[in-house]
Antibody, heavy 114, light 112 residues
Framework: EVQLVESGGGLVQPGRSMKLSCAASGFTFSNYGMAWVRQAPTKGLEWVATISYDGSSTYYRDSVKGRFTISRDNAKSTLYLQMNSLRSEDTATYYC???????WGQGVMVTVSS | DVVMTQTPPSLSVAIGQSVSISCKSSQSLVYSDGKTYLHWLLQSSGRSPKRLIYQVSNLDSGVPDRFSGTGSQKDFTLKISRVEAKDLGVYYCAQTTHFPYTFGAGTKLELK
């Protein structure tokens, strides 16, 4: 069974950092590009970042460029999102998914507030 | 950025009825490899999104054939035949052809 399990969310103050993880199982993780998608409370879906299957290419939405870093460890079948200089507008549920939105994780809530 | 215009924003439907959702993109979604990376997702209340259809018309595993996707270039449609209660939720179209990837605003399917 394909599973994506996110962890690492919570409450963080503006300007601080947080790192999300997504543990994958049930498929050959190293064969697939992966992505993070977020959803602010009561809002729609918003693509955040994508990484190629081998980690050699990364892509970001403008609003997180320079602040967020997507990475992966294929040996551990794990995807990461390092989030620095967090802002209130980053408050959302963050989902781990494949690059073409195949499987999705359960999501992890990130709240940026003082 | 590619703007995905999804209509209608909401639909009230009776069980057993058929419905269609439109998704129009501001640019062609045909990628350099000739494929069109337009997908349809369903987010049921309180749940994670789930992809139903990928690349315009391909049903994901386990998705009933009551769902169908059609379209090309910039104009796409999701059709649901014989709506069931488990089909309720918010439907999103999504493109993964052009960065930044974008989603439609969603269509909420509710019971009449």
């Amino acid at each position: 069974e394909v599973q994506l399990v996110e962890s690492g969310g919570g409450l963080v103050q503006p300007g601080r950092s947080m790192k999300l993880s997504c543990a994958a199982s049930g498929f050959t993780f190293s064969n697939y590009g992966m992505a993070w998608v977020r959803q602010a409370p009561t809002k729609g879906l918003e693509w955040v970042a994508t990484i190629s299957y081998d980690g050699s290419s990364t892509y970001y939405r403008d609003s997180v460029k320079g602040r967020f870093t997507i990475s992966r460890d294929n040996a551990k079948s794990t995807l990461y999102l390092q989030m620095n200089s967090l802002r209130s507008e980053d408050t959302a549920t963050y989902y781990c998914t494949s690059a073409r939105y195949g499987p999705w994780g359960q999501g992890v809530m990130v709240t940026v507030s003082s | 950025d590619v703007v995905m215009t999804q209509t209608p924003p909401s639909l009230s439907v009776a069980i057993g009825q058929s419905v269609s959702i439109s998704c129009k993109s501001s640019q062609s979604l045909v990628y350099s490899d000739g494929k069109t990376y337009l997908h349809w997702l369903l987010q049921s209340s309180g749940r994670s999104p789930k992809r139903l259809i990928y690349q315009v018309s391909n049903l994901d595993s386990g998705v009933p054939d009551r769902f169908s996707g059609t379209g090309s270039q910039k104009d796409f449609t999701l059709k649901i035949s014989r709506v069931e209660a488990k089909d309720l939720g918010v439907y999103y179209c999504a493109q993964t052809t052009h960065f930044p990837y974008t989603f439609g605003a969603g269509t909420k399917l509710e019971l009449k």
